[in-house]
């Protein structure tokens, strides 16, 4: 069974310092959302994708966060510098183009910043 | 922004009960969806159910959709230890360029 694939599912990290997550959705999949989840509360949409397009960043905060999906297949979010504040699961989803439907989601990235 | 509202915030029941959890949303949607996600994994897609639908059942859940009155219900019957999980609630709201937008979710605990 086809799944969205993340790396790593776990990163601790220093504060100011870079750090990378990456996912590969399902194939033909054209949608792609990354969502942060503080643990407790619900996915917070950060980016979503429509092939190699953004379609909605605006909860991204993009002086320190940025995501790319160069060929319209796997992404990368990169967090440069690293806050106590970020430390939580960021999550990769994807759907089927166009379609209003089920989200399939990856297992995440623990990502804890010390 | 978070849309959807789960109520209770957490519910513990005995293994065998009937657990019922709520979500109310703001804006009118296309369908609404409910997930599960166990403890530190991802998010797994249950059922969705259309805004022209009432109700909707998959095995042992049973969802139901008001319009309305912008809520929809999740009904788990005969509740077993597998069942405990936090229980999330997402819309796709009209005009959303299919994003979704989720509760806080409701986190289950079955008792054996």
């Known amino acids: 069974e086809a799944e969205v694939a993340q790396s790593p599912r776990y990163k601790i990290t220093e504060k100011s310092q870079a750090v990378a997550f990456w996912c590969d959705p399902i194939?033909?999949?054209?949608?792609l959302y990354w969502y942060r989840q503080i643990l407790g509360q619900g996915p917070e949409l950060l980016v979503q994708?429509?092939?190699?397009?953004?379609?909605?960043d605006s909860q991204l905060p993009k002086d320190r966060f940025s995501a790319e999906r160069l060929k319209g297949v796997d992404s990368t979010l990169k967090i440069q510098p690293a806050e106590l504040g970020d430390s939580a699961m960021y999550l990769c989803?994807?759907?089927?183009?166009?379609?209003?439907?089920?989200?399939?989601f990856g297992q995440g990235t623990r990502l804890t910043v010390v | 922004s978070q849309q959807g509202e789960e109520d209770p915030q957490a519910l513990s029941i005995q293994e065998g009960e009937n657990a019922t959890m709520n979500c109310s949303y703001k804006?009118?949607?296309?369908?609404l969806q409910w997930y599960r996600q166990n403890s530190g994994r991802g998010l797994v897609h249950l059922i969705l159910i259309r805004s022209n639908e009432r109700e909707k059942h998959s095995g042992r859940l049973r969802v139901t959709l008001d319009t309305s009155k912008k809520s929809s219900s999740l009904l788990i019957t005969a509740s077993r230890a597998a069942d405990t999980a936090s229980y999330f609630c997402?819309?796709?709201?009209?005009?959303?360029?299919?994003?979704?937008?989720w509760g806080a979710g409701t986190k289950l605990i079955i008792k054996p």
């Open positions: 194939s033909g999949h054209a949608t």
């Open positions: 989803a994807s759907s089927r183009a166009g379609n209003s439907g089920e989200a399939f």
């Open positions: 994708f429509q092939d190699e397009s953004v379609v909605d």
């Open positions: 997402a819309t796709d709201a009209l005009d959303s360029n299919y994003q979704l937008i």
């Open positions: 804006t009118s949607i296309n369908n």
